[in-house]
């Protein structure tokens, strides 16, 4: 529930005007939430000039007053650090530490998601990323078995993705130790679940500039993706019911190559109106 100090309140109305369901109303001359249509998106804790807004249903312990130095980011700053970027499938032999992983989970939880609806779960793997790897590789082989056997016009453009996954089973195979090309030897692995892509694709997406801000590197397996969809025995093994889906899967590690400079890109469609 959304509560009001009514001491500390001095009816200024700017969360009454900053509330998107119109949840709230000055009663009295003081703020007053009816929880009604309220969805705990948390703008009248955040607007309030007197902080007196709260709500028990969140650790309020976590609300951070704004200071321009721990909050203001300069633009350029933050804009090349987004070009530099680069998908990392190079790692060292380095375990990556807990705090990290939980930093990176931190960045995640505190994106923005549809209605505040915050769906959004993580599995991280690292000490029993072997025997994940080696069921993804199964999974994969199986998979572009069948696709061989069973070519049509429909399935074959996927003919040479088959075939790269027999071939990446086969290697694997031959070296279990040597440089995969699923995890690419990295140490650990998260996986991003919910019924929303959209809401996980907001989160990962901030996951993985906080990955780059650590030293970190990751890139996001969709050959992964593809091996656990409908894969039964995966799904149990990380502790997920049949209706949950792995919308990404972060593989994550310290690069062991290092980037001297962006790179170009195609340049941005825009249509003016």
């Known amino acids: 529930m959304m509560k009001v100090d009514k001491d500390l309140c001095i009816g200024c109305s700017l969360c009454v005007k900053d509330c998107i369901v119109n949840d709230i ?74 705090e990290k992983i939980n930093k990176i989970i931190e960045a995640g939880r505190f994106t923005q998601t549809s209605t505040n609806s915050q769906n959004v ?7 029993n990323i072997e025997k994940l790897k080696e069921m993804a590789f199964d999974s994969l082989y199986n998979l572009g078995t069948n696709l061989l056997e069973n070519l049509n016009d429909e399935t074959k453009p996927f003919e040479r993705y088959a075939k790269m996954w027999i071939n990446m089973y086969n290697a694997y195979k031959a070296n279990p130790t040597g440089r995969d090309g699923l995890f690419f030897n990295a140490p650990a692995v998260i996986l991003v679940v919910s019924d929303s892509p959209v809401n996980a694709s907001l989160v990962s997406s901030n996951m993985e500039l906080m990955t780059n801000a650590l030293g970190l590197g990751t890139f996001f397996s969709g050959f992964f993706i593809k091996a656990a969809q409908e894969n039964k025995e995966i799904m149990r093994f990380l502790g997920l019911s049949e209706n949950q889906h792995i919308v990404n899967c972060m593989i994550i590690g310290y690069p062991s190559v290092k980037y001297q400079r962006t790179v170009p890109r195609k340049d941005a469609i825009i249509s003016w109106k």
Not at 53 to 78: G, R
Request: aromatic share 10%; glycine share 2%.
């Open 25 to 98: 109303e000055l009663v009295d001359g003081k703020a007053q939430i009816k929880n009604v249509s309220c969805f705990k998106c948390g703008h009248c804790i955040a607007i309030c000039p007197k902080n007196a807004v709260s709500t028990d249903d969140y650790n309020m312990d976590e609300v951070l007053d704004y200071d321009k130095d721990s909050f203001t980011i300069n633009e350029d700053n933050l804009l090349n650090f987004i070009k530099f970027r680069r998908s990392v499938r190079h790692f060292k032999k380095k375990d990556v530490e807990i």
């Open 121 to 127: 779960s993580y599995v991280v793997v690292k000490d």
